[in-house]
């Protein structure tokens, strides 16, 4: 197994805090090196008050594309039921276009239900979610392949999850980079399954990138120098930190560039 150079990315939740607070967070992240920032496609806050501040993803990108220069960008991850399909590639082709090049498109099924029936989007079931996924991932693709003028480059696509029978199946057919969350025996295996659809459909799995979250979501926290030398036994290269509003903590999201540099030289 060829290693990947080890990267950070920082998830930027955009809840409990103004847009100033979040502009200046993203600055001063990209200002501390990190990689990536991401941000979420959610409507309300996951956690804290409920009902507290919160702003858009996609705008949100296109802003981020403006008012940072080095740090790719991306949603962990756009909610594939919120957009059609084609609009969703024409809004990557143009930050893909304003950023010059750094945008990762990342993409899900979505599972939050309180966006979908405030928003008035159809919540259906955690299948019928795949379903459409599955449908909307070529449509996608033949929509950038269309657009006039094509995106700078072939944008990524991460697409986050780790069900094993359809999204880890989904993710060897169409995703460069594959995020999931869990220890790293949970991540083990399923990037043995992922091997197995790789190899089913006859794609090398080390043309995926693999992400692995490591703060401040739904895997445990875990301090650079213990968790960091596992995850990368089993191909990770991208190590993601969460942080959310009102007061962005970069204290884990420090540590974890500072061991980034430590493994590199």
Known sequence: MTLRPPRIGLQLQPQHASYSTIRRAAAEAEELGVDVIFNWDHFFPLDGPPDGSHFECW???GAWAESTSRV??????TCNG????ELLADMART???ISDGRLILGIGSGWFEKDFQEYGYEFGTAGSRLDELTKSLPRIESRLAAVNPPPTRKIPVLIGG???RRTLRLVARHADIWHSFGDPATMAHKAAIL???CAEIGRDPEEIEISASVGGGPSPAGEPDELGPRLRELGVSMFTVGVSGPDYDFGPLSRWIHWRDRQSG
Do not use: I, Q, S
């Not at 790719?72 to 991850?77: P, Q, S, Y």
């Not at 919120?82 to 399909?85: A, M, S």
């Open 59 to 61: 705008t949100m990108l």
């Open 72 to 77: 790719e960008l991306g949603a962990l991850v």
């Open 82 to 85: 919120y957009r059609n399909p």
């Open 95 to 97: 930050v893909d276009h």
């Open 162 to 164: 780790g069900g094993e």
């Open 195 to 197: 091997r197995r659809h």
